[in-house]
């Protein structure tokens, strides 16, 4: 049997995003050796593509501004946006955890913004953003802190499937090493690819990631969501991790909810500049119009399956609107989105509803009534209720963005207990096997909140690394 594996760890490690990062780190920090695999070239999975956004409760910049928060807010909105499909304990550790999570990143160098946003189905402020708009500063500095414990990183490496014995435990994985496409891609070249088995003395933690680029797997619970709808995620999003784990019968959660962002920008591909600017200026102080009608369809503030479902039910793309001191929220993505088009300027809304061959006195009716709204601080049809927050549309110039969703993120996935043990068909741990972040399920239930995928990454990320450490040897 020694002859069967090839090298051996304490802990292996599959993904190298915040959540398989912070899972490594926690791990050698509680004594065990670790090894991490990422079957791209490069490091980071969609955490490194990612704005930056981190939300959570009581969390410095909510503290340095005096605003007012706690767990259970955090917690009661998170049940409503995922329509109470979520498992509560899992959403009350997260809840707990979140501000701690946040503080452990800058711990280890990372900076933040000057700035707090409330973004749609929050009740309050309570995103903070990384120094740059990149979620890659998070995985630059658990890099750096991993080389200081000497931990491996071994890149386009892809887990071919998990091995267990034949009492059920996972002993190691099976690793494709020199891969030169991740396995579900449109051109896999894997034939120099060189299998190996390594030996998990202690335990495997799977922190894949999510199915967002996996046209296949991911319409065939959802088929709406085939090639012509675009993605956020990186090429290597797949869902060969989570079938690996669902091969010795781990139990899939929500598998059909998959999340659209409603800030996809028609005009580009992938996230994006134009991606940020609706998220960080247009929704929270602008309104979003159909341009058939020149009315508003939705809550601007609404979750993100709510104001997705709404753009798809117009059956067009919709026009998101936002004047000169909302687009102000984020000037570098509307400097970059004018050069590249993304965006349009106008002087007028006259000038606006003629570009976009909607009729102008709906859209001049439109603002004018939500102006109204705001003034009044009444709540409108949609739901939605202004406050401080809230942002007149009357200085000109006036910008317009093409909204389109595209897929974002993956709530469903491997059912995790709270010490991120992944569970079988019939609700017990799989012995020796860990999961963390976009792979796992049952937090977000029906729908994730904005800036909550990062901080959850981090929170379960570190729990399943210390209790992987603390595993019982083979």
């Known amino acids: ?37 990422e079957k791209m070239k490069i490091t980071g999975g969609n955490t490194r593509i990612s704005d930056g956004g981190l939300s959570a409760p009581g969390n410095f910049m909510q ?3 005096g605003i007012t928060d706690s767990p259970q ?23 707990q955890n979140a ?36 979620g890659r500063d998070i995985t630059k500095a658990q890099i750096r802190q991993l080389e200081q414990l000497q931990v491996p990183i071994l890149t386009r490496h892809a887990m071919a499937g998990l091995i267990t014995d034949s009492s059920g435990t996972v002993t190691g994985v ?19 690819a060189k299998t190996k088995n390594i030996l998990a003395r202690r335990a495997v933690v799977l922190a894949t990631g999510g199915f967002g680029s996996d046209v296949a797997f991911r319409s065939c619970h959802n088929p709406r969501l085939d090639e012509t709808i ?22 899939p959660l929500h598998l059909s909810w998959i999340q659209l962002g409603p800030w996809g920008c028609a005009m580009e591909k992938g996230y994006g500049k134009g991606c940020r600017f609706a998220s960080y200026s247009i929704f929270p102080a602008g309104i979003l119009v159909n341009p058939d009608t020149g009315n ?47 965006i349009e300027k106008f002087d007028t809304l006259t000038q606006l509803a003629g570009a976009w061959k909607m009729p102008p006195d709906a859209l001049e009716n439109t603002v004018a009534d939500y102006n109204q709204l705001v003034r009044t601080g009444k709540k409108d049809r949609y739901g939605k209720l202004p406050d401080k927050n809230t942002c007149l549309i009357e200085s000109p110039p006036f910008y317009a963005m093409a909204l389109w969703p595209k897929v974002h993120y993956s709530p469903g996935g491997l ?18 096997l860990f999961a963390a972040g976009e792979v796992t399920g049952g937090i977000h239930g029906a729908g994730r909140l904005g800036g909550c995928a990062l901080t959850e990454c981090i929170v379960f990320g570190r729990i399943a690394g210390r209790q992987a450490a603390m595993t019982p040897g083979l």
Not at 1 to 6: D, I, L, S
Not at 103 to 118: N, P, S, T
């Open 99 to 134: 501000a701690g999570a946040i503080d452990w990143i800058r711990q280890l160098g990372v900076q933040f913004q000057d700035r707090l946003d409330k973004f749609g189905g929050h009740s309050t402020a309570r995103c903070v953003t990384i120094a740059h708009n990149a």
């Open 296 to 342: 508003r369809i939705v809550n601007e503030w609404a979750d993100r399956r709510i104001r997705s479902d709404a753009i798809l039910a117009s059956g067009r793309i919709c026009a998101g609107i936002v004047d000169a001191e909302g687009a102000q929220k984020d000037p570098d993505s509307l400097s970059h989105c004018l050069k590249t088009q993304k």
């Open 63 to 65: 503290k340095r501004r």
């Open 415 to 432: 059912r995790i207990n709270a010490d991120a043990r992944v569970m079988d068909l019939n609700h017990r741990p799989i012995p020796h």
């Open 174 to 192: 099976r690793i494709r090493s020199d891969v030169q496409e991740p396995p579900g891609t449109a051109k896999p070249d894997n034939a120099s």
């Open 73 to 95: 807010m955090f917690y009661d909105d998170i049940m409503q946006a995922g329509l109470k499909l979520n498992q509560p304990e899992l959403v009350k550790l997260f809840a």
């Open 1 to 37: 049997m020694a002859n069967f594996w090839h090298s051996s760890t304490d802990v292996i490690i599959i993904g190298s995003g915040a959540a398989g990062l912070s899972a490594a780190i926690e791990a050698r920090q509680a004594g065990a050796s670790a090894m991490v695999f």
């Open 230 to 251: 675009q993605t956020t995620n990186h090429k290597g999003a797949t869902a060969e991790g989570l079938i690996a784990a669902l091969k010795i019968h781990a139990m």
